[in-house]
């Protein structure tokens, strides 16, 4: 095994922001999305929980976990812009 006792540890602090923007397109709504960070949002919680983004219908619902549509920034095949097909 190696002798890591001499190794220093190296930390690093960075801020990176995410913005989403919900357009009128043609009576659908568009949803943008933009990052300056240098990875996938996915990475933080999870492939399946972090890069994604719900959109619910009227009033935050009571039990958002069970409601709503998936929009899936790390994976979704459309890039940083989608016609949800959801009405406006």
């Not at 001499?6 to 913005?19: D, G, L, M, R, S």
């Not at 397109?25 to 919680?45: R, V, Y």
């Amino acid at each position: 095994m190696p002798d890591n006792s001499n190794v220093t540890p190296v930390e690093a602090t960075a801020t990176y922001k995410w913005h989403l923007r919900a357009e009128d397109h043609h009576g659908k709504l568009s949803i943008k999305f933009d990052t300056n960070a240098p990875f996938e949002a996915g990475g933080i919680s999870g492939p399946t929980r972090g890069g994604h983004i719900k959109v619910y219908s009227g009033e935050f619902p009571a039990n958002p976990g069970e409601q709503g549509e998936h929009f899936y920034l790390d994976t979704d095949p459309r890039g940083k812009t989608w016609d949800t097909g959801l009405p406006w």
